[in-house]
């Protein structure tokens, strides 16, 4: 049962413009969400994160939004640089648990 | 604050061999998880300490899997008779009381 689903594998994006990653939960119990980011044989590196008593955070070139009605979160990072090019994977996680449940991951790509 | 590290990198072994991984956490973080990840797939959990205490064990965390953290500090994830199925990489993570965890650079296993 996968809770935490991302259905895009792949997207590529021209460099400058927006490169927007979905991601849709199923769990109506999960209360915190996460956005990291992985570059082949190194660990997921943190990114920003959401709690569900918000529906925007933004950080730099990052912003989440948060749609709980529709259980579906977005990263936006704008202007997209050729170091964004990396898997991303969202993670989430309900309050008094501490594993997180992570997405499949989506290969973002930035063209020069 | 050097992050959180992982030993080894990587590890070859031969099927039914013993292995066993070691994370040091980011200094006085209380909290470790260890996550294992397969080719296309997002981490998946498997255990959760606070401070020594092993709190939280997956199902995916078999007898053969066993995971210490004597004082609280480093850990160790040891995996006994090991099996062609358990080639992965295996994630190490710590945070301080917070929902954000931070992931070391994994240890990446293969078993011939």
């Known amino acids: 049962d996968q809770q935490v689903k991302q259905n895009s594998p792949s997207l590529s994006v021209q460099e400058g413009r927006i490169s927007i990653l979905n991601c849709d939960y199923t769990n109506s119990m999960f209360d915190y969400f996460l956005w990291y980011k992985k570059y082949p044989a190194e660990g997921p590196t943190f990114l920003i994160s959401i709690s569900s008593i918000k529906d925007k955070n933004e950080d730099g070139r990052f912003t989440v939004f948060l749609n709980k009605s529709a259980k579906h979160l977005s990263l936006h990072i704008v202007p997209s640089q050729p170091g964004d090019s990396a898997v991303y994977f969202c993670a989430a996680k309900w309050e008094g648990a501490q594993k997180l449940v992570f997405g499949q991951g989506t290969r973002l790509t930035i063209n020069p | 604050d050097t992050g959180v590290s992982q030993n080894p990198r990587h590890k070859i072994t031969k099927r039914g061999q013993n292995v066993t991984f070691r994370c040091d956490p980011i200094?006085?973080?209380?909290?470790l998880y260890w996550y294992r990840q397969t080719l296309g797939q997002g981490p998946e959990f498997l255990t959760y300490f606070q401070n020594e205490a092993q709190l939280e064990k997956s199902r995916l965390l078999s007898d053969r899997f066993s995971a210490e953290r004597p004082k609280g500090s480093f850990s160790t994830l040891e995996i006994q008779r090991t099996e062609q199925g358990d080639s992965a990489m295996y994630l190490c993570?710590?945070?301080?009381?917070?929902?954000?965890?931070?992931f070391g650079p994994g240890t990446r296993l293969t078993v011939l």
């Open positions: 200094s006085e973080h209380n909290r």
């Open positions: 993570a710590s945070s301080r009381d917070t929902d954000t965890q931070y």
